[in-house]
């Protein structure tokens, strides 16, 4: 049984042991949401190119890192029905996965901002020009990839490949994948979240 408060810094056990503890809770209660994440993977062409991915490892538990990677990339960031269903079709406990994407550093859990923006940066959505769309909202937002604005409306990412190729360049609001994005339309459709606050 993997027991990850072990791999926290000593000098820090009560730190590690809250952690655990708060995770094992929201694992418990997170297992509830099962079949509307499930149904939600359904019509995301997102997660059938993830489940691929796992698939290719066959499953392996061992293969948790990369396939954390991949996701992602996939998405922008880890978010918790995302955990979730890589736990439920590894058939790892949610506890383990959530607590591997909070241990490194190198993966970003669902952000804090209210609205989220993800920009894919993959090759053929950057070659058609999503460099100039990130740009643009951050320009427009006044902060750089991977940030909130400091009132916590709109967090900024990237990814790599949402297999969306055929309509780059995409971008992901609030979890809706829009085709052929322009500098233009990126910034209207973040304008109201940055205005307004809705
Ligand atoms: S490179 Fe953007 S969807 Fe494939």
Redesign the pocket.
């Given at each position: 049984m993997w027991d990850w408060g072990e791999h926290l810094a000593t000098d820090d056990e009560h730190h590690a042991l809250t952690l655990k503890r708060m995770i094992a809770s929201l694992s418990s209660r997170k297992q509830t949401r099962l079949p509307q994440v499930l149904e939600h993977a359904s019509g995301d062409k997102r997660f059938k190119i993830l489940e691929a991915h796992m698939k290719k490892h066959q499953f392996k538990h061992d293969a948790l890192i990369e396939i954390l990677h991949k996701a992602q990339e996939l998405f922008g960031y880890l978010e918790d029905d995302l955990l979730l269903f890589i736990a439920y079709k590894l058939k790892l406990p949610a506890s383990r996965v959530y607590g591997v994407a909070t241990f490194y550093h190198f993966f970003t859990l669902k952000p804090k901002g209210r609205h989220t923006c993800v920009v894919?940066m993959?090759?053929?959505?950057?070659v058609r020009g999503?460099d100039k769309v990130l740009a643009s909202v951050e320009a427009s937002a006044r902060i750089k990839a991977g940030e909130t604005t400091p009132d916590n409306e709109l967090s900024l990412l990237t990814a790599?490949?949402?297999?969306?190729?055929g309509i780059?360049?995409?971008v992901v609001y609030d979890g809706a994948v829009t085709p052929r994005q322009t500098p233009e339309a990126a910034v209207e459709r973040v304008k109201g979240w940055i205005d307004h606050g809705h």
């Open positions: 894919c993959g090759t053929a959505c950057y999503a790599r490949c949402i297999g969306a190729c780059a360049p995409a």
